[in-house]
Each structure stands twice: as C-alpha cells, then as structure tokens.
C-alpha cells in the first residue's frame, strides 16, 4: 500500500478527493485513479495512453531519456550478446533465466510444436497469389484456434502454457510459409536437428532440389534481431494482445489481433520505408536533396528511419544492432552495392548534421534492421512478418501475466461525448 497520495480538487464544485500513489520498482509512479468517477464524478482524457499505465507489469521496463531496456531486469545488451532467442523467450515468459535442464526442456517442448496441423497446410493455397505474407499472417494464426482446441481453456494454466508454446513454436513455419505461397515454393517440414532461427531461415530459403547451407553470420544477425524485438512492454500491438485477451478471448485470436496492430506503418512498417527510402533516394550524391526536404517545415517528408517516440537520447537497441549490420555487410561483402552506400552515407550525415544532432534524431533500430533483412536477400514484404514473430515471445508473456492478474478487468475505455444532445426522431415524410 502506498503512503503517498495526490488530493484533486474540483474547481468548479470545490469537492476533494484523495488518491493513492503507486510505486513501481523503477521508473515513474503512478496515480491509481480507479474511484475517480465514484468520488468526483469526472473522467480522464488521455488520448493514445500517452499518461496513463494500463496494467502493472513486471516484464520489460523502458527509461527513454536514460537509453535503457531491461528484459526481466537484464539489460538488452547483455541478452544480445550472450543469449539466445528461446532462452530470451524463456525469461520472459517465466521471469528467470532457465537453469541447464529447463533450458533444454523448453528448447525439446518449442521443437515438437513446430510443425502445423496439414489441415492448416491447405489454408496458404486459398489465398490469392500476391497476397501480403502479414494478411495471411493475420488470418492463419487466428485460425490455428480452429484447430487447437484441446487447450483453449484461457481459466485453465496448463492449457495457456501449452498454447503459448504452440504460439511460440508455430510462427516461424506460418510465416515462411506465407512467403513461400507467394513464390510458389513448396512448404517444407521444419527440421528439429535445427536451433530456432537456423530452421525459421532454412524453412524461407530452402529447395528441395539441393543442400541447404547455414550461413553463420546471417543466423547471428537475425538471432540479434529477434532478441532486440522480443518485447518492448505497452506498445500498441501488446496492448491490442491485452485488450483483446481481456474479454477471455482465446489466445491465437489475440494475438491475430496483435499482428493485425503491429501491420501499421506506423508500428512495425518503419524498417520496410526504410529501404523504400533506400530505393529512392538511389544514389549518395542524392542525399542533400533529401536531407534538405526533411528540413523544410513546409514540406512533411521525414527520413524514415531516425528518431523515436520513447528514446530520446538514444536506442540502446540501434547501438547493438549497428555493430551487427556493420558486421554482417562486410562479411556479405555489400558495402558497395549502391544501396548501402546510401545508408552509409545517410548516416553519417544525420550524425553530424546540426538539424538532428538538436532533436536527437539519430537512426532508430529500424534503420539497420532494415538494412540488416535487406542483406539478408529477406523480401520487403517479410520485413514486419519478422517483427510479428520476434515479438511473439513478448505477447505471449504479457498475455500470460495478464490472466494471472488479479486486478485486471476487461478493457472498457470510457469517452468525453461531444455528438448531439437528446433528440427526437423525425419521420422521413416530415424531413426536408
Ligand atoms: N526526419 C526529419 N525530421 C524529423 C524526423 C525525421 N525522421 N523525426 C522527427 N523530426 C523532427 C520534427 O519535424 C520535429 O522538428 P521541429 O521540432 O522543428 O518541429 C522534431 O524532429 C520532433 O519531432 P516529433 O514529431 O515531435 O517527434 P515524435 O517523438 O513525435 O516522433 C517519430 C517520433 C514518429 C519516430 C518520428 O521521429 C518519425 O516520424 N520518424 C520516422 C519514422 C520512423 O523511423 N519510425 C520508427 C520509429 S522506431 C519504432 O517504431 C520501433
């Protein structure tokens, strides 16, 4: 219980209420306004939450100005540099680092759930030829609670688990697939001799007419990747993920609906208008233009790619990221395609340029993810199915947290109503 509170006054009526202030571990307290309505009769406005903590959480903890990120309380960089992308899962689905034997265990359980019913198989061929792999991303995860519904009792914690990990398991064989569909590939069988980004880039790559060969520094890229989105606590997809489980609603329809969120440009589009940006711009000596364009008040073009809503200062995650996309360009030996040397270029202007050196506006994580999945031969239209999965690993912590929650309701934002006042209907013969 908090000794802190925060009295309101009501100006207009002069009445008075108290209200508790809540402590978090770090970060900003929080006032707990929940009798606000009962007490004083008036509601908050607060348009996209940018005030206002949906839940109590102990998963991931963001501090903006500072540039942190912390995952259970360890910091992104050490979980980039030393783990993995299913122990990562592991700690943020069940809040500590798995000791050797849980560890493989929950490697073993991830690895038998991989494969999806045959009946789901059948789906990818009704869908149109050029459909976006997200639309269909959208539309089979969302389904898959047609075909698992032995554990679809969201009351029941067994059953939770069990369609977490399926969850988990089942999204890099559907978002393959959906690549695969639009190439008119067949669908291979995931391999579980495989660790869990191996078979997510053997199933997207493979033929059957040859031997697929791993390429170690494209798997270390993307495992990086994946680990710097698993989670990254209220944004609008996991609070979709919340809002949509808090009627009870089964979990592969929830996070259907957080795809559906993270689809946004706004969301999880920005790596993909990062190359669109590449593209167009073509050629470092065009640069200035654009550069020029993204300083002109009159003019609304941005440089996709820099700034950010939350980290001010700068994106612990960019920092991390930007060693493996240097890396893995010089491995890949593209620095000199054309492309790249654009981005080199870009870079280093906006680093030295005094317009984004006063806002801060240094390349985000989506600038070298971008480059990163570009390199990687990924297709543009892949690039945010890749954040879907990725970020898997976090709904599904939230949503779990979220059930076991014992304060939370179903989600039922109220509103300031500015329509018409009463009125009485008038018949359509009488109306002019
Ligand atoms: N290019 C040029 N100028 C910019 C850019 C940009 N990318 N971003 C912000 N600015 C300028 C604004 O014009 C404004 O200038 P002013 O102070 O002279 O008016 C100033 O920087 C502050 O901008 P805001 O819009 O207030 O910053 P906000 O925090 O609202 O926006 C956002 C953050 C949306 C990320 C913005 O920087 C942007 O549009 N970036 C490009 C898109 C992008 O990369 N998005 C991915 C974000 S990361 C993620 O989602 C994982």
């Not at 031969?377 to 947290?401: C, H, K, Y």
Request: charge should be negative.
């Amino acid at each position: 219980m908090s000794t802190h509170t925060v009295t309101i006054t009501d100006n207009r009526s002069g009445k008075q209420a108290e209200f508790d202030i809540i402590d978090p571990t770090i970060g900003s307290p929080a006032i707990d306004i929940r009798t606000l309505h009962g007490q004083l009769g008036l509601f908050t406005y607060d348009p996209g939450f940018q005030a206002t903590a949906s839940c109590k959480s102990d998963i991931t903890y963001i501090d903006g100005d500072q540039g942190i990120l912390l995952y259970r309380g360890y910091p992104i960089e050490q979980l980039a540099e030393q783990s993995n992308y299913l122990e990562t899962s592991f700690l943020l689905m069940y809040g500590h680092l798995p000791d050797p034997g849980e560890y493989d265990e929950f490697v073993n359980i991830i690895k038998r759930h991989t494969m999806v019913h045959e009946g789901v198989k059948q789906f990818f061929n009704g869908f149109q030829h050029d459909a976006h792999p997200m639309a269909i991303m959208v539309g089979v995860v969302g389904a898959l609670s047609a075909f698992y519904h032995d554990s679809l009792d969201v009351t029941n914690p067994r059953h939770r688990e069990i369609s977490a990990h399926r969850l988990l398991a089942k999204m890099p064989t559907i978002a393959a697939y959906s690549h695969r569909r639009a190439h008119g590939l067949p669908l291979p069988y995931p391999r579980n001799d495989l660790d869990f980004i191996e078979n997510f880039m053997y199933m997207m790559f493979s033929v059957p007419t040859e031997e697929y060969q791993i390429n170690p520094v494209a798997v270390r890229a993307m495992r990086k990747i994946f680990i710097l989105h698993a989670d990254h606590e209220q944004n609008a997809s996991t609070s979709t993920v919340r809002l949509a489980s808090s009627s009870g609603a089964n979990p592969f329809a929830c996070i259907s609906a957080g795809i559906a969120s993270l689809w946004g440009p706004a969301h999880g589009g920005a790596n993909e208008a990062v190359i669109r940006m590449l593209e167009e711009i073509k050629d470092p000596s065009e640069i200035p233009k654009y550069i020029a364009r993204a300083k002109d008040k009159n003019d609304p073009y941005r440089l996709m790619g820099f700034g950010h809503r939350i980290y001010k200062n700068y994106d612990p995650r960019a920092k991390i990221i930007r060693e493996a996309c240097n890396d893995l360009l010089e491995v890949l030996d593209s620095s000199n395609q054309p492309l790249f040397e654009t981005a080199r270029e870009l870079e280093r202007i906006a680093l030295e340029d005094e317009y984004f050196l006063e806002r801060n506006l240094y390349p985000n994580v989506d600038f070298y993810s971008g480059i990163i999945l570009k390199a990687l031969d990924i297709p543009l239209n892949m690039f945010t199915v890749i954040f879907a999965m990725a970020r898997t690993a976090g709904w599904i912590s939230q949503w779990l947290e979220m059930m076991e929650d014992k304060e939370q309701r179903i989600g039922r934002p109220r509103q300031i109503y500015t329509g018409a006042t009463q009125r009485d209907y008038v018949p359509l013969s009488q109306r002019r």
